[in-house]
């Protein structure tokens, strides 16, 4: 898959004639999956190539709606989607005041015939545009004689709207069931495996502790059954995320850390994908290291009876 990152105004260049699913698709989750396998579909039967249009950083955030958007899938982790999903090509545009507040005839003319768009396709709630005034209507209305345009109905799960703030809300309250069924694959980011307290190894469950790739969307604090994917290979684990009360006082933010299960190695530097499988239970402040212990125990069993369960 070819990246292009661009800004406005665009440089003149010749681009391939192609067919553009249009949107911020932060999760990759299953109604842009529909979108954008659309584009492909439409492509591949007119012969063209198949590529999608992105923003970078998150419209919200630059029009100060909202300080910071934390992400499902920050741009690294949205082109190793796309990429699963065989598209040709990605644009990014580089989302500024400026491009915000072009108007929906100058998206088209500027932006969408200056790439040789000969198609686009979008979902039916797509805006774009200053204050988001451009719809899919307005985008039939100006294509006409240029570009086709197909827009697709809204996907739902539970007769509701799949969203990337629905996946948000579900990942923040530890539904990672629901999660699942709303991204048809399992949440997972990337984080490398740093130097921790090496307090894990003492008590007998050593743990790779995590600095995340990228400015993922912070996971509630608890623990997890998870798979994790490095080299290769694929290992069960547990993961703790949060403060680690039992041990540890005023931490400022929360540690990620990870224990594979019947594993021995080095893992220090090596870069580790983790999919979360179920959510156990919250984090708790033990009365000490024997009962921390104990409980890390029974996490790791239960993980083990689940993992099976997920996998089969
Ligand atoms: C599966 C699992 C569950 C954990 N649960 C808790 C917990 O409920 N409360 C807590 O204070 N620490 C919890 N921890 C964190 C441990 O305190 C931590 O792994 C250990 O102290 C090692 O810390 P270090 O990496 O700083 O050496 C958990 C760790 C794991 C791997
Ligand atoms: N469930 C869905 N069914 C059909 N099209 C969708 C669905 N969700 C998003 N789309 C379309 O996919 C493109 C990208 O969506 P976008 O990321 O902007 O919104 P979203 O997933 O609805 O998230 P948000 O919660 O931020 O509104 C848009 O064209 C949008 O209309």
């Known amino acids: 898959m070819q990246v292009f990152e661009l800004t406005y105004p665009l440089k003149e260049r010749d681009y391939e004639p192609s067919i553009v699913a249009i949107g911020f698709f932060d999760g990759v989750h299953l109604g842009h999956q529909k979108v954008i396998k659309r584009a492909c579909e439409i492509a591949r039967s007119r012969n063209l190539v198949c590529g999608v249009m992105t923003f970078d950083p998150h419209p919200k955030q630059v029009m100060g709606i909202k300080d910071k958007i934390d992400q499902i899938t920050p741009i690294h982790s949205k082109l190793k989607q796309l990429e699963t999903l065989h598209v040709d090509f990605t644009y990014i545009i580089q989302f500024t005041k400026e491009f915000a507040n072009i108007s929906p005839e100058e998206f088209?003319?500027?932006?969408?015939?200056?790439?040789?768009?000969?198609?686009?396709?979008?979902?039916?709630?797509?805006?774009?545009?200053?204050?988001?005034?451009?719809?899919?209507?307005?985008?039939?209305?100006?294509?006409?004689?240029?570009?086709?345009?197909?827009?697709?109905?809204?996907?739902?799960?539970?007769?509701?709207?799949?969203?990337?703030?629905?996946?948000?809300?579900?990942?923040?309250?530890?539904?990672?069931?629901?999660?699942?069924?709303?991204?048809?694959?399992?949440?997972?980011?990337?984080?490398?495996?740093?130097?921790?307290?090496?307090?894990?190894?003492?008590?007998?469950?050593?743990?790779?502790?995590?600095?995340?790739?990228?400015?993922?969307?912070?996971?509630?604090?608890?623990?997890?059954?998870?798979?994790?994917?490095?080299?290769?290979?694929?290992?069960?684990?547990?993961?703790?995320?949060?403060?680690?009360?039992?041990?540890?006082?005023?931490?400022k933010s929360p540690t990620y850390e990870v224990h594979l299960i019947d594993f021995d190695g080095d893992l220090y530097g090596q870069i580790l994908e983790v999919e979360l499988l179920d959510?156990?239970?919250?984090?708790?402040?033990?009365?000490?290291?024997?009962?921390?212990?104990e409980q890390i125990y029974k996490d790791t069993l239960e993980a083990k009876k689940a993992f099976v369960n997920i996998e089969r």
């Open 108 to 251: 088209v003319e500027n932006i969408l015939l200056k790439l040789n768009v000969r198609g686009i396709v979008v979902g039916f709630d797509f805006t774009f545009g200053y204050k988001g005034l451009g719809t899919p209507k307005t985008l039939v209305e100006l294509s006409q004689g240029y570009f086709t345009v197909d827009v697709i109905d809204s996907y739902n799960y539970k007769r509701e709207k799949i969203s990337s703030t629905r996946v948000r809300d579900r990942l923040l309250s530890g539904d990672i069931h629901e999660v699942r069924s709303l991204l048809g694959r399992n949440y997972s980011f990337y984080g490398r495996v740093v130097r921790g307290d090496q307090l894990g190894r003492t008590i007998g469950f050593p743990t790779a502790n995590l600095e995340l790739l990228e400015d993922y969307l912070i996971l509630k604090n608890g623990v997890y059954v998870v798979k994790v994917n490095f080299q290769g290979k694929t290992y069960p684990g547990v993961m703790n995320i949060g403060y680690k009360p039992t041990v540890k006082q005023n931490l």
């Open 279 to 293: 959510y156990i239970r919250g984090e708790k402040k033990f009365s000490g290291i024997h009962e921390l212990k």
